[in-house]
Nanobody, 124 residues
């Protein structure tokens, strides 16, 4: 079983950047497909992007394509979400998740393990 801890959230002005980290313990992340999701106040948790365990496949939700990028550092057992050109509508709690079921899925139900989330607030 893997434990996930997100960090790197904070308050940033529109147009700025943040890099979120998702550090794993208990198991190596290279055995999991990883996803990032976000949940804005009063709204459902939604898919942001996902990366297959091989690292060869990465998918993004349309609104973040070209602005967000997922990467892995297997030596640090950490997955990152680099967020550039941030917009106020990106404000949400961001979660990383690990899946043993489906590669790079956009569906919450395919992820077995979740972190506690990190708040990202983008001011206009």
């Amino acid at each position: 079983q893997v434990q996930l801890v997100e960090s790197g959230g904070g308050l940033v002005q529109a147009g700025g950047s943040l890099r979120l980290s998702c550090a794993a313990s208990g198991r190596t992340l290279s055995t999991y497909d990883m996803g990032w999701f976000r949940q804005a106040p009063g709204k459902e948790r939604k898919f942001v992007g996902a990366n297959s365990r091989s690292g060869l496949r990465t998918y993004y939700e349309d609104s973040v394509k070209g602005r967000f990028a997922i990467s892995r550092d297997n030596a640090k057992n950490t997955v990152y979400l680099q967020m550039n050109s941030l917009k106020p509508e990106d404000t949400a709690v961001y979660y990383c998740a690990a899946s043993t079921v489906v590669a790079a899925s956009s569906s919450l139900r395919d992820y077995n393990y979740w972190g506690q989330g990190t708040q990202v607030t983008v001011s206009s």
